[in-house]
């Protein structure tokens, strides 16, 4: 009998100024995969799960990359530092970071931490529920949302808060794809899944969370959710402006057109 590949989860990380939310996050990670005593889902044992970070920075001029360097000796072989001159965008960053990823199961998330107790928008600690999920009925992919029972947004503003929901309930209106948090970017993909999603779409700006959902669910992916609680960011700022809710809109009524 051939033996049975092991499972590894590559997490990919862009960054852009994020050289105080970084450790910490590498540090919880590496809790999270490695640690030997059985938290939040018992049916998911943390001990002996292989897996990577793939940190994705753009230049960024606060010194996150020499934060990363360190963090790849400390945390060795685990994590990996790949950089780009410039900053090029989240979307290219994802499709930039696969190249080098060696799992067959990847995880993407924002590195953004809300306060010295380590609560993030994306916290890692939501991982096992996530492969669990996964693993439940094989889905293609699962992805966290902070609008299904369960989940939540703390710390943002009224402005901010509606700017999401309202993207959200936008684009359900217009596209029915079923999937309750379709801006949000913390997700589990199988490998192949997501490969075949970055040849399928070419939307790389604020919308491709989104373009990334519906065309999954056009090809008959599978996807299930995970209810996170999303915590705003202390250290630094979002990079979301007017051009990025313009963009949105637009890459909306396009998706509708091709669908
Ligand atoms: N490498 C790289 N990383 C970037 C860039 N821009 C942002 N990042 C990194 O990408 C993550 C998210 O960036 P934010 O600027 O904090 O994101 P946001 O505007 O709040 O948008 C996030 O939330 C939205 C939903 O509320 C998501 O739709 C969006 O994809 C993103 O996850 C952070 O880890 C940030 O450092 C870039 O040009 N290059």
Redesign the pocket.
């Known amino acids: 009998m051939a033996p049975v590949k092991k499972d590894k989860y590559s997490v990919i ?6 050289r105080q ?1 970084l450790p910490i996050i590498t540090w919880l990670l590496n809790r999270t995969f490695t640690e030997k005593r059985r938290v939040a889902d018992p049916s998911v044992p943390r001990s002996n799960i292989d897996w990577e970070l793939i940190i ?3 230049g960024s001029p606060d010194g996150t990359q020499e934060v990363a360097k360190q963090l790849v000796k400390v945390y060795s072989p685990h994590v990996v530092l790949q950089t ?1 001159t410039g ?4 979307g290219t ?1 994802y499709v930039h970071g696969l190249q080098f990823a060696k799992g067959n199961f990847i995880i993407i998330m ?3 931490l809300l306060s010295t107790t380590a609560d993030f ?1 994306h916290h890692p600690k939501f991982i096992p529920q996530m492969i669990a999920k996964q693993k439940s009925a094989d889905y293609d992919i699962v992805t966290g949302t902070r609008y299904a029972p369960g989940g939540g947004v703390y710390g943002w503003d009224l402005k901010r808060r509606m700017t ?1 929901k309202g993207a959200n309930i936008f684009a359900d209106t217009v596209l029915r794809p079923g999937v309750s948090d379709l ?4 997700r589990l993909y199988k490998r192949a899944v997501l490969e075949k999603l970055f040849e399928s779409t070419d939307v790389r700006g ?1 919308s ?2 989104m373009a990334l959902a519906v065309t999954a669910k056009a090809l008959g992916y599978t996807i299930a959710e995970v209810p996170i609680s ?1 915590v705003d ?1 202390v250290f ?5 402006g007017g051009e ?1 809710v313009v963009e949105y809109a637009k890459g909306v009524f396009q998706l509708w057109a091709r669908t």
């Open positions: 990380l862009p960054t852009f100024n994020e939310n994705v920075d753009d780009r900053k090029l965008g989240l960053a924002d590195a953004k928008s999401s801006t949000g970017s913390f604020f491709m969370q999303f960011r630094g700022d979002s990079k979301l990025e």
